[in-house]
Each structure stands twice: as structure tokens, then as C-alpha cells.
């Protein structure tokens, strides 16, 4: 689901703390209340825009290999517009989507949206896609296309995140954890071979359960110790 553009273009343009902050509090709207002060994210797609020099929409959408259809409905309609498009603008500014959630663990940086969904509805209450999708009110076929990474509305995801208290965050490109470091993170999670008991270990934890020849003798009937 996250292809991310190799060397955003427009990484130059400031996208500072604040900013992104807006941004995901806007990506997360139809799942939380917001402040009517808060800008919503079409504006705040527009203003990506204007920060490249009032740059056309046909322009950027151009730039972005996007009809500008697409682009203006990011800019009109963003939650009801689809992922790839809207992870496609935000790549160009170096930014992309991701997930927190308490029961996944981001100190090495973010995992890509489907990996980190599937994350989330497993290790919450280990949910099945049925009792997700009971939860939700959103189809099962359409929590499974998310996790095999294919198309889906933003206004989807963040419903389904709502239903397990997670939410989207708009991040940094430079805060994505990358494939091998995914790697290196399920490696570490695996017990190490040395740990693991050998034969010999195995043969004493069960004559650690065996009986003693005490116990075994008081069982005997009409037998004593001593």
C-alpha cells in the first residue's frame, strides 16, 4: 500500500511540526470530533499547493502523474478519496500515512499502512476480521483488501482505526520503517537458537517431574519409610 516516491520533489517546500500535526488531526475528522477551528485537509492540501508558488492544480497534478480530477477531489472531497492518491501527494512533500497505536511498537519508526493495520487488529484484543468488521460496520472483504494492500477510502481506514482507538498520523518519509528493518525486528522477537532447550536440558525437565523413590515407596500399600 506505501510506494513511497523514491526522491520527493517537492521535499524542499517546509513541512514543519505544526503542520503535520493539522494534517493528522484533518486525516482523522470523521472519526473524532475537531475544532471548528481546525482547518480541514482539503485546505490544508491547497495550501501544500500554494506553498509551491500558487502553482495550478493542472500543474501539479501533472507533476504528480494524476489527472486533475483526482487532484481536485483531494482537495474538495480528501476522506472520501482514495489512499494511493492521497499517499501520492503527500509523498511529493515528503510525507507519508501511518498508524499509532499503543500496541505497536514505533521506536524504530512506523511500519507501512497494510503491515501495521494488520498489526493493530491482531495484537487489539487479537480481533478477528469478522469481529472487526461487526465492530466497524465495514465490510470483512473490504478490512481484508487493506491488508494485502489494495485501494481503499481514507474516510474507511480511519473508521476501522476509530473501532480498535488507533488513528492515522501524518509523518515524515524519514520516519518509515524500512523492509529491513522489519526484518530485523520479527528476527529479534524470535528465540534465540542458544536458548532454546537441547536434548540433554529436555531429558532433565522431565525427571524433574518424575516421582522421587520416596514418593513412589508411600504409595506402595502396607509400606512405611523409616
Known amino acids: 500500500m506505501n510506494k513511497h516516491i ?5 521535499k524542499r517546500v517546509r513541512v514543519g511540526r505544526q503542520l503535520k500535526a493539522q494534517l493528522t488531526r484533518a486525516i482523522n475528522a470523521t472519526a473524532t470530533s475537531t475544532s471548528k477551528r481546525s482547518p480541514d485537509l482539503g485546505t490544508l492540501f491547497k495550501a501544500l499547493r500554494n506553498d509551491l508558488g500558487k502553482t495550478p492544480r493542472y500543474k501539479l497534478a501533472e507533476m504528480l502523474d494524476m489527472t ?5 477531489k483531494l482537495e ?8 494511493q492518491p492521497t499517499l501520492k501527494l503527500l509523498n511529493a512533500f515528503g510525507l507519508t500515512i501511518a498508524i499509532e497505536h499503543e500496541s505497536v511498537d514505533q521506536t524504530m519508526g512506523f511500519l507501512p499502512l497494510d503491515k501495521a493495520f494488520a498489526a ?3 495484537r487489539n484484543a487479537h480481533l478477528t476480521q469478522r469481529d472487526l ?3 466497524s460496520g465495514v465490510a470483512r472483504t473490504t478490512i481484508q483488501n487493506i491488508e494485502t494492500g489494495k ?7 480511519t473508521l476501522l482505526l476509530s473501532a480498535m482507538d488507533g488513528r492515522l498520523a501524518i509523518v515524515s518519509l524519514d520516519e ?3 523492509a529491513d528493518e522489519i526484518e530485523l525486528k520479527d528476527e529479534a522477537r524470535k528465540e534465540p537458537e542458544n536458548d ?3 536434548d540433554d536440558d529436555r531429558a532433565q525437565v522431565i525427571d524433574s517431574r518424575a516421582p522421587t523413590l520416596a514418593q513412589m515407596l508411600t504409595r506402595e500399600p502396607g509400606f512405611k519409610l523409616g
Do not use: D, Y
Not at 480528501?78 to 489512499?83: C, F, N, V
Open 196 to 198: 532454546k532447550p537441547q
Open 68 to 72: 486533475e480530477q483526482t487532484l481536485l
Open 133 to 135: 468488521s461487526q465492530a
Open 6 to 10: 523514491a526522491n520527493p520533489p517537492f
Open 151 to 157: 485501494a481503499v477510502k481514507v474516510a474507511t481506514l
Open 120 to 122: 493493530v487488529r491482531n
Open 176 to 178: 518509515m520503517t524500512t
Open 76 to 83: 474538495t472531497s480528501p476522506l472520501r478519496s482514495g489512499i
